[in-house]
């Protein structure tokens, strides 16, 4: 925006406005006050907050109730100053008042976050616009003579004080109301929706023509939104020339991956481009069928604020397992499957690969499971010295090194046992990876493989090693809650691999179509997989909007923490206002992966879609 204004405007006089994010204009004032002014990221100051909760034994009480984790009452507290300037405890309470008991202990531990804070001059985010707030209320406050906020519907209570508080001559807002979609990050629809009463001499203005979507489209997502209170009255008008436009399309399916399947299909026919098209969703886990299905048949994909579902270490790993079946020679799969044993590493796999190798004479899988040979290869051929790893010594003493360890006598007898680096943690993971291979080796359909691999002490480990890892706070700590949806995240991704394996009869076209068919994608490039969210501001050509059933979208569970039918009902206007020419709204009756029947969104038969019955 200052840039355009240079367009117009002497650039001296451009630059004397102050431009940006509540929290980047607010550290600029305060800085030019306070140079030594501190500001924490939030993960500093949540390692901060859990070392004060820790402090406190909640174990001595009778409590009745699992008190929250530090990680989750930090956060708790962090929406609390966006959303509330009443007290803590008073807003605490309203929403959580079976933990009334532990409120005290809660408030005692924010008292003591906040004086540690002041002591050593340590400022939040959200402090940056409290600090600002506070001293706008006196006379040194910061002297604006016009405002300018835009996306005015997404501020919070916080921010809407702070306005008040800068009380400039001038406010001028822009936002949608109808696009008010962030009430779970603190956003307070309240801002807009009572500007008129708050300043009694505003003036409102109406921007009613749309100039994206056709006239179908715009009819379909009035007749929805029409449903919530409406303070600005607003009907959307078509404002773009058309000679003929396309009727939004529902596609009903009998099953959840028979959707994306049926989706994916449609896009590879369609004559629009994949840059053109999008499939929007209201959670990330409904990206994960579409991209596979997308992936099968060679259709580029991007998904925006997220990893792709095969470049997941979980997925990849699977997918590792399978390609050493089809293709033995497969060093990187085997290094990248090892990695992932403890004190392995991508050196020490190459050496047991070539191990491996050599004990079957070529034959990696020979050499597994029955090995011919019993001496080790010579593995560095460029000394000068013994060129074989270690001399007959060695190899008795590093065998008796296991002599502890509960051992089959397969195990046991295995030459790779002899291998002076194979350290006691580096055999268990051995082991499981053996005891895996001889499970499946009449195995010929992948969904077999597949299904097995998820049940072994192999994979197990993998999962809880990853989850591990993705709750693991920055002080080195592990958040319990975080690892147990971290695990539950992690196997949804494996069971929707073994549901796409299903499809297949073969293992070696499965992992062609997994891993080969998105050979030709370009970073960057594709059809937009996109949540609600992330679609916000954004538009195609083509758009659909899948997993349209009650509990999905609207999401029941985000309604029940911080959301409403309202809010859900703003997500679906959002979704399908994205679309320029065709749109297409799509649901499954049922999912096979977790056995589960679905009821159409309530959204269908708003839009005229169905009619439910009871």
């Given at each position: 925006?200052?840039?355009?204004?240079?367009?117009?405007?002497?650039?001296?006089?451009?630059?004397?406005?102050?431009?940006?994010?509540?929290?980047?204009?607010?550290?600029?004032?305060?800085?030019?006050?306070?140079?030594?002014?501190?500001?924490?990221?939030?993960?500093?100051?949540?390692?901060?907050?859990?070392?004060?909760?820790?402090?406190?034994?909640?174990?001595?009480?009778?409590?009745?109730?699992?008190?929250?984790?530090?990680?989750?009452?930090?956060?708790?507290?962090?929406?609390?100053?966006?959303?509330?300037?009443?007290?803590?405890?008073?807003?605490?309470?309203?929403?959580?008042?079976?933990?009334?008991?532990?409120?005290?202990?809660?408030?005692?531990?924010?008292?003591?976050?906040?004086?540690?804070?002041?002591?050593?001059?340590?400022?939040?985010?959200?402090?940056?616009?409290?600090?600002?707030?506070?001293?706008?209320?006196?006379?040194?406050?910061?002297?604006?003579?016009?405002?300018?906020?835009?996306?005015?519907?997404?501020?919070?209570?916080?921010?809407?004080?702070?306005?008040?508080?800068?009380?400039?001559?001038?406010?001028?807002?822009?936002?949608?109301?109808?696009?008010?979609?962030?009430?779970?990050?603190?956003?307070?629809?309240?801002?807009?929706?009572?500007?008129?009463?708050?300043?009694?001499?505003?003036?409102?203005?109406?921007?009613?023509?749309?100039?994206?979507?056709t006239a179908p489209i715009l009819s379909l997502a009035n007749r929805v939104i029409e449903r919530n209170e409406r303070i600005y009255p607003k009907r959307l008008e078509v404002g773009r020339k058309q000679t003929q436009a396309v009727a939004p399309k529902l596609l009903i399916y009998e099953e959840l991956f028979e959707q994306y399947q049926s989706i994916a299909g449609m896009i590879l026919d369609s004559v629009t481009s994949y840059e053109e098209t999008a499939v929007i969703f209201r959670n990330n886990a409904s990206a994960d069928g579409i991209e596979a299905s997308l992936r099968e048949r060679g259709v580029p994909c991007?998904?925006?604020?997220?990893?792709?579902?095969?470049?997941?270490?979980?997925?990849?790993?699977?997918?590792?397992?399978?390609?050493?079946?089809?293709?033995?020679?497969?060093?990187?799969?085997?290094?990248?499957?090892?990695?992932?044993?403890?004190?392995?590493?991508?050196?020490?796999?190459?050496?047991?690969?070539?191990?491996?190798?050599?004990?079957?004479?070529?034959?990696?899988?020979?050499?597994?499971?029955?090995?011919?040979?019993?001496?080790?290869?010579?593995?560095?051929?460029?000394?000068?010295?013994?060129?074989?790893?270690?001399?007959?010594?060695?190899?008795?003493?590093?065998?008796?090194?296991?002599?502890?360890?509960?051992?089959?006598?397969?195990?046991?007898?295995?030459?790779?046992?002899?291998?002076?680096?194979?350290?006691?943690?580096?055999?268990?993971?051995?082991?499981?990876?053996?005891?895996?291979?001889?499970?499946?080796?009449?195995?010929?359909?992948?969904?077999?493989?597949?299904?097995?691999?998820?049940?072994?002490?192999?994979?197990?480990?993998?999962?809880?090693?990853?989850?591990?890892?993705?709750?693991?706070?920055?002080?080195?700590?592990?958040?319990p809650e975080k690892r147990e949806e971290a695990r539950e995240r992690i196997l949804r991704k494996a069971r929707l691999l073994q549901d796409l394996a299903s499809r297949y009869r073969e293992i070696p076209r499965f992992v062609n179509a997994m891993i080969l068919g998105g050979g030709e994608m370009s970073e960057g490039e594709g059809v937009n997989l996109l949540t609600v969210h992330a679609s916000k501001g954004l538009e195609f050509r083509d758009v659909y909007v899948v997993d349209l059933m009650d509990g999905r979208f609207p999401n029941r569970k985000l309604m029940e923490k911080t959301g409403s039918m309202e809010e859900?009902?703003?997500?679906?206007?959002?979704?399908?206002?994205?679309?320029?020419?065709?749109?297409?709204?799509?649901?499954?009756?049922?999912?096979?992966?977790?056995?589960?029947?679905?009821?159409?969104?309530?959204?269908?038969?708003?839009?005229?879609?169905?009619?439910?019955?009871?």
């Amino acid at each position: 925006m200052i840039e355009r204004l240079k367009r117009y405007f002497p650039a001296e006089t451009v630059d004397r406005i102050e431009a940006g994010t509540f929290h980047a204009v607010s550290y600029r004032w305060l800085r030019a006050k306070n140079p030594r002014l501190t500001l924490k990221q939030p993960g500093e100051l949540r390692t901060l907050f859990r070392s004060l909760y820790e402090k406190r034994n909640f174990t001595r009480l009778a409590l009745g109730v699992q008190p929250f984790s530090a990680t989750y009452l930090f956060d708790l507290y962090q929406l609390y100053q966006n959303a509330s300037l009443e007290s803590f405890d008073r807003w605490f309470l309203e929403r959580y008042p079976d933990h009334e008991i532990l409120a005290d202990i809660y408030c005692d531990i924010i008292e003591e976050f906040e004086a540690t804070k002041e002591e050593y001059g340590f400022l939040s985010f959200n402090d940056l616009l409290l600090r600002t707030l506070k001293e706008s209320r006196e006379e040194n406050r910061p002297k604006f003579s016009e405002i300018l906020v835009d996306e005015y519907q997404d501020t919070n209570t916080l921010q809407g004080a702070l306005i008040d508080a800068l009380n400039p001559p001038s406010l001028f807002c822009v936002g949608d109301y109808d696009q008010s979609i962030y009430a779970f990050n603190g956003a307070n629809i309240a801002n807009i929706s009572t500007f008129a009463e708050r300043y009694p001499d505003a003036r409102v203005y109406t921007l009613s023509i749309n100039y994206r979507s056709t006239a179908p489209i715009l009819s379909l997502a009035n007749r929805v939104i029409e449903r919530n209170e409406r303070i600005y009255p607003k009907r959307l008008e078509v404002g773009r020339k058309q000679t003929q436009a396309v009727a939004p399309k529902l596609l009903i399916y009998e099953e959840l991956f028979e959707q994306y399947q049926s989706i994916a299909g449609m896009i590879l026919d369609s004559v629009t481009s994949y840059e053109e098209t999008a499939v929007i969703f209201r959670n990330n886990a409904s990206a994960d069928g579409i991209e596979a299905s997308l992936r099968e048949r060679g259709v580029p994909c991007r998904r925006k604020g997220g990893n792709s579902f095969f470049e997941a270490k979980e997925v990849k790993f699977l997918l590792d397992l399978l390609s050493l079946l089809v293709n033995p020679r497969d060093m990187m799969a085997f290094i990248h499957l090892f990695e992932y044993g403890k004190g392995v590493g991508s050196a020490l796999g190459r050496e047991f690969f070539q191990c491996l190798s050599h004990f079957g004479e070529g034959d990696l899988m020979a050499g597994l499971l029955q090995p011919s040979r019993s001496t080790l290869p010579k593995l560095n051929p460029r000394k000068n010295t013994q060129l074989g790893l270690f001399d007959d010594d060695m190899e008795i003493g590093s065998v008796t090194r296991f002599a502890a360890m509960d051992l089959n006598e397969t195990i046991r007898a295995h030459p790779l046992l002899k291998h002076p680096r194979l350290t006691q943690e580096g055999l268990r993971f051995f082991i499981r990876f053996h005891d895996f291979f001889r499970s499946i080796v009449r195995s010929q359909r992948p969904e077999t493989v597949v299904r097995k691999a998820i049940a072994s002490p192999l994979y197990q480990e993998v999962v809880e090693g990853l989850a591990s890892q993705r709750a693991r706070l920055k002080n080195g700590e592990i958040d319990p809650e975080k690892r147990e949806e971290a695990r539950e995240r992690i196997l949804r991704k494996a069971r929707l691999l073994q549901d796409l394996a299903s499809r297949y009869r073969e293992i070696p076209r499965f992992v062609n179509a997994m891993i080969l068919g998105g050979g030709e994608m370009s970073e960057g490039e594709g059809v937009n997989l996109l949540t609600v969210h992330a679609s916000k501001g954004l538009e195609f050509r083509d758009v659909y909007v899948v997993d349209l059933m009650d509990g999905r979208f609207p999401n029941r569970k985000l309604m029940e923490k911080t959301g409403s039918m309202e809010e859900e009902r703003r997500l679906f206007y959002v979704a399908v206002t994205r679309a320029k020419d065709r749109l297409f709204l799509s649901m499954a009756r049922y999912d096979r992966i977790k056995k589960m029947d679905f009821k159409p969104s309530p959204f269908l038969e708003e839009a005229g879609l169905i009619r439910l019955t009871g």
